[in-house]
């Protein structure tokens, strides 16, 4: 079942990236594909018990909306997490495969890539923030997947809103890249697909701003995919650095597809 021109298309898209990096227009972006998997028998209910299962560490959600239909998904990314005036976010970057080792080790790009969006992600809060604590970065495993770490914390000024550190925040490096805007318009002109829902986010939010007891947790719409009859769209997205390689990044695309077609017991 493999593809050989959804191969070609996706590294061909990477290698644009990676000259536009080398030409200095951004530092990185996240670019992004998604796949169809053909559905024989789709029993919902089983399909969300099993999704629990596998990733009980990511925020696992099932919507449905006569307008956009049905999406699952198991994401590991927290966009902000915020009761009253006091926030939590993260910074999460680099890949790689569970290989069952006991020590993971991160080569210097991915510790580059984490560091580009932690400091991105402070240096945006501070124009809102009373202060923010950052801790060290750490591993995470989010089903077959490590991925590094950081917790940014911290308390917003009187006059903030959450409304305005949702619009800093989102979207974030890890969906989009940096800096924001010009890696938001290298995607929109070349990744030739609508991401839709994909790299949104999404939970609950309580917009009750004044109120020190509304307590609002949102995650960014990461491994994730849209149930329509008879077929399974997923969708996955690689952050793209200097150093990346374009087969390489297939690689970790396919990986990441992986997680989704083990929910659906898809053979891949």
């Known amino acids: 079942n493999f593809d050989s021109e959804a191969k070609f298309q996706y590294e061909y898209l990477v290698a644009q990236g990676i000259q536009a990096i080398k030409n200095e227009e951004f530092k990185k972006v996240v670019l992004s594909r998604n796949e169809e998997v053909p559905l024989s028998e789709f029993d919902f209910i089983e399909t ?31 966009l902000l997490k915020a009761n009253g005036n006091v926030f939590e976010t993260m910074a999460l970057a680099g890949t790689q495969k569970d290989n069952q080792e006991t020590k993971i080790v991160w080569q210097q790009k991915e510790k580059d890539e984490q560091q580009f969006v932690t400091d991105f992600i402070v240096k945006r809060l501070r124009e809102f923030t009373a202060s923010v604590v950052v801790s060290e970065p750490y591993s995470l495993k989010a089903g077959s997947i490590w991925h590094i770490k950081t917790d940014i914390s911290g308390v917003l000024k009187d006059n903030s809103t959450l409304e305005e550190v949702i619009d800093t925040l989102h979207p974030t490096p890890a969906v989009c890249g ?39 947790d949102l995650f960014v719409n990461l491994r994730c995919m849209q149930i329509q009859e008879e077929k399974a769209i997923l969708y996955m997205g690689c952050g793209i650095t200097r150093e990346s390689i374009p087969e390489k990044e297939w690689e970790e695309s396919v990986n ?13």
């Not at 925020?59 to 590991?76: D, E, Q, S």
């Not at 924001?180 to 839709?196: G, L, M, V, W």
């Not at 790299?199 to 307590?215: H, I, K, P, V």
Request: overall charge positive; hydrophobic content about 35%; charged content about 20%.
């Open 256 to 268: 990441k597809s992986m997680t989704m077609k083990r929910v659906l017991k898809v053979r891949s």
């Open 48 to 78: 969300f018990q099993h999704l629990v299962q596998l990733y009980p560490a990511t925020f696992c959600y099932c919507f449905f909306h006569p307008k956009i239909g049905l999406w699952m998904g198991a994401t590991p990314e927290k």
């Open 178 to 216: 940096l800096p924001k805007k010009k890696s938001k318009a290298f995607i929109i002109e070349n990744e030739n697909y609508d991401r839709t829902f994909y790299t949104g986010f999404l939970g609950e939010l309580n917009s009750t701003f004044g109120e020190a007891q509304a307590s609002s």
